[in-house]
């Protein structure tokens, strides 16, 4: 290695944590280094504002995911919903028990500040898994992508896939919406397993973005069977750029 | 959850499962089983045409059904409204998975009793369309008498029925009614079920025409049971109101089809007329019914008893009102409530009010119990009803009449009508031949013929009959047809007739339409042959006896049709190019005519070159800058035969046959044989001249975007737009080769006196082609005495004109050329002399070899810008060379004195090599010499 260069810089900024410089003048065009932020802040004469970050703390604050996985991932079983006659052709919330190793919150920072869990439910019969969207804003898109199997016991059914979405208090109409899809035309018999990854995009829109504390837009996962059937749901994951 | 209807259909092949997901299968590929699904019953059901991924487990179509879910076809749950166990509904749905035609669904066909029903074929003769909405195919169904006495349609093969009791006199066909019996409406259904190639329709049961004794004899039975001989002139009647307590019952009895029993009854009341057994070991159906003793015992109040069949009027109907008896089934005839029913007619009024009525029951022609009344409207007997059932030869059957009620009466004794036993069994027969003739009534044996000819109606002959054969029956028999009594004209289906009083039914000997006995239409591929083939084609088939006529358009192709031979003969005409004649070959007998067609092609084949001139290259020019140069020099008129170095006025010869006197007089002519690309552009055949320039002078052949050919002659501009300009010919073929030869006999006018007349006399321009293999020359296209084809005029021609020869383009390759030139011939013309006719610019044109070896050697030739003249030397001198030189594009060959040849890039004088008199391709390359075939010169 040869010898070192000092960079063209003459000056250094003043190296300060959060605290003091919040107590600094606010003069338009200064540049300080937080070092508990680890970032550059510039003053526009009325606020600081950040300019720059290091890798892994912008990687934290824009992008994430939160998977909720079954045992099926971990030696055991999916977790299984019955469609029975009376739940032909209607939208049934899945049931999911998260397995003890499958629960991975990998969410943006300011979702994990805004919500210490990433989801309500405990994904039994009547308590489905309902995903936060608390923490997020207008610019963020996301993608929800469930894993599962369906052993229908009629053949040539259907089975479609959805979110279905709450929206906050300050929206009108409030009523909720969904994002559907089908997902498994089951043309080769009955009584066997048809896999299937449901992919499906979503963005913040301004009646799921975050309203305030505790109020913000919310989704869950629901199928649709017009045959009979079992349903093996394997995980549920959502891919989230902020 | 819903029900599924789950059933198989035989029409589709398929089973459906109704309000389920699981589309319909094939019959046979469904496999349902009984399991228990934790501790309740299930239906696997499973189809066995597909597998799972295993390759060995069938594919599952339902995992776990409810049976409580399965419906039939009717929708009738199996479990809760049919009590069937969950087996039973295993079971119920492998069987309509396995269904065929014999034991069940739509295989056992529609009963249409009682429906009238269309039959027609579609335009094309394929399908067979019932006006219900059904169709199948031609030659798939047939129709069948039934022992019921309907008409059953089933499937030509395997033993699908699709309808049945259809009744024949509710069959339609083309929108009529089919005529005849049930035999009759079989046979007419089936000969339209069947096209194609006629099918001789063997008529094996013809219905007959049962000759019984019509006046009959009195019946000598009594009253029996309680009846009662009531006042008056009646002789039997009843005293109270009851089915079986009195009644009449012939002594006589009948026991063969046509035999019956006539009586006459009165007053509206109830009364049955039915056959009593004669022996209950005869009995069909019920014994108890059927038991001849208990006819009118008083036992039983019902009017089944006693009788095998028996027809009841009513008064509350007024008329017929039901049917008893042993077995009852029963069809309704048209006197029930068809067209005759007897409660709307005369008869029937009479009946209501009390008088007589002449009703009869017995055994028709096929062996049905009928009961009829007569019509005295149409003379006729109208059936009311009668079984369903056939009863069996030889069963002897009593008449029974029972008196219901104390209000009827029965007028007088009774009548049995027995088969006279001299008549034979008649079948009536018609034939429609040829279409729209009719002749009848014609027999299968000279007995019936004979005994019809001694009991008509009318004037009877003695018992004599003729025999006829029909070209259109294809079973070739010969019937017979009595010598009086018949028709030969008929121009219908015989009408409603009678024979010793007993209606008469037709059965139509099938015959060939017209259609099928017309000739065979003419059938030939097309044909080719080269002009000048003698032709001998047989178009009339040995052993034929249709006559035949032959056209041939257009006329003048030499062939002829020989009537007498079948033959046409004769030899192809020459032709200009390929030529067709349509040959059209009638042919005709007494049933009608056929046309057909076919062509004979004569092909143009150009003949054999004679010419001494080589026709086999030709220079290929592409635009651009390419064209090929004269390399006589600028302005170096004397070694050009064109050259014009002097400016002056030189006047035309008086005689436009002549070139000019002037010793200054310059004439020439020119032949070039091209052929043109089509370009979309005015372009430069050949140009002699200064280029397309102010003040240039320049005379030669052009072609502009529309393939229009001129000869211009001018001064100035940068094209010849300001020339005198003559067409030569307007929208050339751009697929033929053309020559054309222009001379100016030398008279030089000025820009006043270029009018057309001058003009035309000034040159001579002709042109020929290959379109007729270059047979003939073209009128001269200047006009001589006319003006011809002038078709801009007024400018000046006193100028010289210097510059070169060139073809293709200008010397500074203005307008270039886009096609082939396969020769050039330039010459001087003397002066004061007769300027070259049409044999010698035939020549020219065609030959350039032969004709200087014809008109110039022996002769003398004016040089080149002079007016000196010299002998045409045997040997071309330098001198000749300048004044005639011949190019031919790369097919010179060995030219004098070193045997040089063409060869890239210079094209010479054929006559003599010379440096300055052959002509070089200029921005061009080597294979732009091409090997051409000019039809009529190579």
């Given at each position: 290695?040869?010898v070192?260069?000092?960079t063209?810089?003459t000056?250094?900024?003043?190296?300060?944590?959060?605290?003091t410089?919040?107590?600094?003048?606010?003069?338009?065009g200064?540049?300080?280094?937080?070092k508990e932020?680890?970032?550059l802040?510039?003053?526009?004469?009325?606020?600081?504002?950040?300019?720059?970050?290091?890798e892994?703390?912008?990687?934290?604050?824009?992008?994430?995911?939160?998977?909720?996985l079954?045992?099926?991932?971990?030696?055991?079983n999916?977790?299984e919903?019955s469609?029975?006659?009376?739940?032909?052709?209607?939208?049934?919330?899945?049931e999911?028990?998260?397995?003890?190793?499958?629960?991975?919150?990998?969410?943006?920072?300011?979702?994990?500040?805004a919500?210490?869990?990433g989801?309500?439910?405990?994904?039994?019969t009547?308590?489905?898994?309902?995903?936060?969207?608390?923490g997020?804003?207008?610019?963020?898109?996301?993608?929800?992508r469930?894993s599962?199997?369906?052993?229908?016991?009629?053949?040539?059914?259907?089975?479609?896939s959805?979110?279905?979405?709450?929206?906050h208090?300050g929206t009108?109409p409030?009523?909720?919406?969904?994002?559907?899809?089908?997902?498994?035309?089951?043309?080769?018999g009955?009584?066997?397993?048809?896999?299937?990854?449901?992919m499906?995009?979503?963005?913040?829109?301004?009646t799921?973005?975050?309203n305030?504390v505790?109020?913000?837009?919310?989704?869950?996962?629901?199928?649709?069977?017009?045959v009979?059937?079992?349903?093996?749901?394997?995980?549920?994951?959502?891919y989230?750029n902020? | 959850?819903?029900?599924?209807k789950i059933?198989?259909?035989?029409?589709?092949?398929?089973?459906?499962?109704i309000?389920?997901?699981?589309?319909p299968?094939a019959?046979?590929t469904?496999?349902?089983?009984?399991i228990?699904?934790?501790?309740?019953?299930?239906?696997?059901?499973e189809?066995?045409?597909?597998?799972?991924e295993?390759?060995?487990?069938?594919?599952?179509?339902?995992?776990?059904?409810?049976?409580?879910?399965?419906?039939?076809?009717?929708?009738?749950e199996?479990?809760?409204?049919?009590s069937?166990t969950?087996q039973?509904?295993v079971d119920?749905?492998?069987?309509?998975?396995?269904?065929?035609?014999?034991?069940?669904?739509?295989?056992?066909?529609?009963?249409?009793?009682?429906?009238?029903?269309?039959?027609?074929?579609?335009d094309t003769?394929?399908?067979?369309?019932?006006?219900?909405g059904?169709t199948?195919?031609?030659?798939?169904?047939?129709?069948?008498?039934?022992?019921d006495?309907?008409?059953?349609i089933?499937?030509?093969?395997?033993?699908?029925?699709?309808?049945?009791?259809?009744i024949?006199?509710?069959?339609?066909i083309?929108?009529v009614?089919?005529?005849?019996g049930?035999?009759d409406?079989?046979?007419?259904l089936?000969?339209?079920?069947?096209?194609?190639?006629?099918?001789?329709?063997v008529?094996?049961d013809?219905?007959?025409?049962l000759?019984?004794?019509?006046?009959?004899d009195?019946d000598?039975?009594?009253?029996?049971?309680n009846?009662?001989?009531?006042?008056g002139?009646?002789i039997?009647?009843?005293?109270?109101?009851?089915?079986n307590?009195a009644?009449?019952?012939?002594?006589e009895?009948?026991?063969?089809?046509?035999?019956?029993?006539?009586?006459?009854?009165?007053?509206?009341?109830?009364?049955?007329?039915?056959?009593?057994?004669n022996?209950?070991s005869?009995?069909?159906?019920?014994?108890?019914?059927?038991?001849?003793?208990?006819?009118?015992?008083?036992?039983n109040?019902?009017?089944n008893?006693?009788?095998?069949?028996?027809?009841?009027?009513h008064?509350?109907?007024?008329g017929?009102w039901t049917?008893?008896?042993?077995?009852?089934g029963?069809?309704?005839?048209?006197?029930?409530?068809?067209?005759?029913?007897?409660?709307?007619?005369?008869?029937?009024?009479?009946?209501?009010?009390g008088?007589?009525?002449?009703?009869r029951?017995?055994?028709?022609?096929?062996?049905f119990?009928?009961m009829e009344?007569y019509n005295n409207?149409?003379?006729?007997?109208?059936?009311?009803?009668?079984?369903?059932?056939?009863?069996g030869?030889?069963?002897?059957?009593?008449?029974?009449?029972?008196f219901?009620?104390?209000?009827?009466?029965?007028?007088?004794?009774?009548?049995v009508?027995?088969?006279?036993?001299?008549?034979?069994?008649?079948?009536?027969?018609?034939?429609?031949?040829?279409?729209?003739?009719?002749?009848?009534?014609l027999?299968a044996?000279?007995?019936?013929?004979?005994?019809?000819?001694?009991?008509?109606?009318g004037?009877?002959?003695?018992g004599?009959?003729?025999?006829?054969?029909?070209?259109?029956?294809?079973?070739?028999?010969?019937?017979?047809?009595?010598?009086?009594?018949?028709?030969?004209?008929?121009?219908?289906?015989?009408?409603?007739?009678t024979?010793?009083?007993?209606?008469?039914?037709?059965?139509?000997?099938?015959?060939?339409?017209?259609?099928?006995?017309?000739?065979?239409?003419f059938?030939?591929s097309?044909?080719?042959?080269?002009?000048?083939?003698?032709?001998?084609?047989q178009?009339?088939?040995s052993?034929?006896?249709?006559?035949?006529?032959?056209?041939?358009?257009?006329?003048?192709?030499g062939?002829?049709?020989n009537?007498?031979?079948?033959?046409?003969q004769?030899?192809l005409?020459?032709?200009?190019?390929?030529?067709?004649?349509?040959?059209?070959?009638?042919?005709a007998?007494?049933?009608?005519?056929?046309?057909?067609t076919?062509l004979?092609?004569?092909?143009?084949?150009?003949?054999?070159?004679t010419?001494?001139?080589?026709w086999?290259?030709?220079?290929?020019?592409s635009?651009?800058?390419?064209?090929?140069?004269?390399?006589?020099?600028?302005?170096t008129?004397?070694?050009?035969?064109l050259g014009l170095?002097s400016?002056?006025?030189i006047?035309?010869?008086s005689?436009?046959?002549?070139?000019a006197?002037?010793?200054?007089?310059r004439?020439?002519a020119?032949?070039?044989?091209?052929?043109?690309?089509?370009?979309n552009?005015?372009?430069?055949?050949?140009?002699?001249?200064e280029?397309?320039?102010?003040?240039?002078?320049?005379f030669g052949?052009?072609?502009d975007?529309?393939n229009?050919?001129?000869?211009?002659?001018?001064?100035?501009?940068s094209?010849?737009?300001n020339?005198?300009?003559?067409?030569?010919?307007?929208?050339?073929?751009?697929?033929?080769?053309?020559?054309?030869?222009i001379?100016?006999?030398?008279?030089?006018?000025?820009?006043?006196?270029?009018?057309?007349?001058?003009?035309?006399q000034?040159?001579?321009i002709?042109?020929?082609?290959?379109a007729?293999?270059?047979a003939?020359?073209?009128?001269?296209?200047?006009?001589?005495w006319?003006?011809?084809?002038w078709?801009?005029?007024?400018?000046?021609?006193?100028?010289?004109?210097?510059?070169?020869?060139?073809?293709g383009?200008?010397?500074?390759?203005?307008?270039?050329?886009?096609?082939k030139?396969?020769?050039?011939?330039?010459?001087?013309?003397?002066?004061?002399?007769?300027?070259?006719v049409?044999?010698?610019?035939e020549?020219?044109i065609?030959?350039?070899?032969?004709w200087?070896a014809?008109?110039k050697?022996?002769?003398?030739?004016?040089?080149?810008?002079?007016?000196?003249?010299?002998?045409?030397p045997?040997?071309?001198s330098?001198?000749y060379?300048?004044?005639?030189?011949?190019?031919?594009?790369?097919?010179?060959?060995?030219?004098?004195?070193?045997?040089?040849?063409?060869?890239f890039?210079d094209?010479?004088?054929?006559?003599?090599?010379?440096?300055?008199?052959?002509m070089?391709?200029?921005?061009?390359?080597s294979?732009?010499?091409?090997?051409?075939?000019?039809s009529?010169?190579s």
């Open positions: 290695m040869g070192r260069k000092n063209q810089y000056t250094r900024p003043d190296v300060l944590d959060t605290a410089i919040d107590t600094l003048n606010h003069e338009e200064v540049i300080v280094y937080d932020t680890k970032e802040k510039t003053n526009d004469g009325s606020a600081w504002k950040s300019i720059g970050h290091d892994e703390t912008l990687r934290a604050k824009f992008q994430g995911y939160y998977g909720m079954s045992s099926f991932y971990f030696g055991g999916a977790t919903t469609i029975d006659a009376a739940d032909v052709n209607q939208w049934i919330d899945v999911l028990v998260t397995d003890a190793n499958g629960l991975f919150d990998n969410r943006p920072t300011s979702m994990k500040e919500q210490s869990t989801h309500s439910g405990d994904g039994t009547g308590d489905p898994v309902v995903f936060n969207l608390e997020l804003t207008q610019t963020t898109f996301a993608n929800f469930a599962l199997s369906f052993e229908p016991a009629e053949d040539e059914g259907q089975f479609e959805r979110l279905l979405f709450n929206r208090t009108s409030s009523s909720d919406f969904s994002i559907e899809e089908v997902s498994l035309s089951m043309q080769n009955a009584d066997i397993d048809y896999v299937s990854e449901p499906l995009s979503f963005f913040i829109g301004d799921i973005d975050t305030g505790n109020d913000a837009g919310k989704c869950r996962f629901q199928i649709k069977s017009n009979e059937g079992v349903l093996k749901l394997r995980a549920l994951t959502w989230i902020k | 959850m819903a029900n599924i059933y198989g259909d035989l029409d589709s092949g398929s089973i459906f499962f309000n389920s997901t699981v589309d299968k019959l046979g469904v496999v349902a089983s009984l228990d699904v934790s501790g309740n019953e299930r239906i696997l059901v189809r066995n045409d597909r597998f799972q295993d390759g060995v487990s069938f594919r599952v179509l339902f995992k776990k059904l409810n049976p409580n879910r399965v419906c039939n076809q009717s929708g009738q199996l479990i809760s409204q049919l069937y969950s039973q509904v119920y749905i492998n069987a309509q998975s396995q269904l065929t035609g014999a034991n069940g669904g739509d295989g056992n066909g529609t009963d249409v009793t009682g429906t009238a029903i269309d039959f027609k074929l579609d003769s394929t399908s067979i369309m019932l006006d219900n059904f199948y195919g031609v030659n798939t169904i047939k129709a069948i008498a039934d022992t006495g309907t008409i059953h089933v499937s030509e093969l395997g033993d699908l029925t699709y309808f049945t009791g259809l024949h006199t509710d069959v339609l083309n929108g009614g089919a005529s005849g049930l035999s409406v079989v046979n007419a089936n000969e339209l079920f069947q096209v194609g190639a006629f099918e001789s329709i008529i094996s013809p219905h007959s025409t000759i019984a004794d019509v006046g009959g009195l000598s039975g009594s009253l029996v049971g009846a009662i001989n009531p006042s002139n009646d039997g009647a009843g005293i109270q109101a009851h089915y307590k009644g009449y019952k012939s002594s009895t009948i026991d063969q089809a046509g035999e019956y029993f006539t009586f006459n009854m009165r007053n509206e009341g109830i009364f049955g007329a039915c056959l009593v057994l022996d209950i005869d009995a069909q159906g019920n014994t108890a019914y059927a038991d001849p003793s208990v006819f009118c015992d008083g036992v109040n019902s009017g008893y006693g009788i095998q069949w028996g027809m009841f009027f008064p509350s109907p007024n017929p049917y008893y008896g042993a077995a009852s029963t069809l309704y005839g048209s006197g029930w409530n068809g067209v005759d029913a007897f409660r709307y007619s005369n008869d029937g009024a009479n009946w209501l009010n008088d007589a009525e002449e009703f029951i017995g055994i028709d022609a096929n062996s119990i009928s009344y409207d149409n003379s006729s007997w109208v059936v009311v009803s009668r079984t369903n059932y056939p009863v030869n030889n069963v002897k059957f009593h008449l029974g009449i029972k219901c009620d104390s209000v009827v009466r029965l007028v007088d004794t009774p009548k009508h027995l088969l006279e036993p001299v008549a034979p069994t008649m079948y009536f027969r018609y034939i429609e031949s040829p279409d729209g003739n009719y002749e009848y009534p027999f044996t000279e007995e019936e013929a004979n005994y019809y000819d001694l009991n008509h109606g004037t009877v002959g003695t004599t009959s003729h025999a006829h054969t029909y070209n259109d029956d294809p079973t070739n028999t010969t019937w017979y047809m009595a010598d009086t009594g018949s028709t030969m004209t008929g121009t219908t289906v015989p009408p409603a007739d024979f010793k009083g007993i209606s008469v039914s037709y059965t139509e000997i099938t015959s060939l339409a017209n259609a099928d006995l017309t000739p065979s239409q059938s030939s097309d044909l080719m042959y080269v002009e000048g083939t003698v032709v001998n084609l178009l009339y088939p052993g034929a006896t249709f006559t035949q006529s032959v056209t041939i358009t257009p006329t003048g192709s062939l002829v049709y009537t007498a031979s079948g033959y046409l004769g030899t005409t020459d032709v200009p190019s390929d030529t067709d004649y349509t040959i059209e070959v009638t042919r007998n007494s049933y009608g005519s056929t046309v057909g076919f004979i092609t004569a092909t143009d084949v150009a003949p054999v070159s010419n001494t001139t080589s086999d290259k030709a220079i290929d020019f635009g651009s800058s390419e064209y090929l140069k004269h390399m006589s020099g600028n302005a008129a004397s070694q050009n035969p170095s400016g002056t006025y006047a035309k010869n005689n436009p046959l002549y070139t006197s002037s010793s200054s007089s004439p020439w020119h032949t070039i044989v091209f052929k043109a690309d089509g370009h552009s005015l372009q430069t055949i050949w140009n002699n001249g280029a397309f320039y102010s003040n240039g002078d320049n052949l052009e072609i975007a529309n229009n050919l001129h000869f211009y002659y001018g001064q100035g501009s094209t010849s737009n020339y005198n300009k003559c067409i030569v010919q307007l929208a050339i073929d751009t697929s033929k080769w053309y020559g054309v030869y001379a100016h006999k030398g008279g030089r006018l000025s820009g006043s006196d270029a009018t057309k007349v001058n003009l035309g000034c040159f001579d002709r042109v020929m082609s290959s007729d293999n270059f003939s020359l073209s009128v001269d296209k200047s006009g001589s006319s003006g011809g084809n078709s801009q005029t007024g400018r000046r021609m006193d100028k010289a004109v210097n510059g070169l020869y060139t073809i383009a200008t010397a500074s390759y203005q307008k270039p050329f886009h096609g030139v396969a020769s050039s011939v330039i010459t001087t013309l003397k002066n004061n002399s007769l300027a070259p049409s044999a010698e610019i020549l020219m065609k030959d350039p070899l032969k200087e014809d008109y050697q022996g002769t003398t030739f004016r040089a080149a810008d002079s007016s000196s003249t010299a002998s045409v045997s040997v071309t330098v001198s060379n300048y004044a005639t030189q011949i190019h031919l594009m790369g097919d010179s060959i060995g030219i004098y004195p070193y045997s040089n040849n063409d060869a890039p094209i010479l004088n054929n006559l003599r090599w010379y440096n300055t008199t052959k070089t391709m200029q921005n061009m390359v294979n732009d010499i091409e090997n051409v075939s000019i009529g010169l």
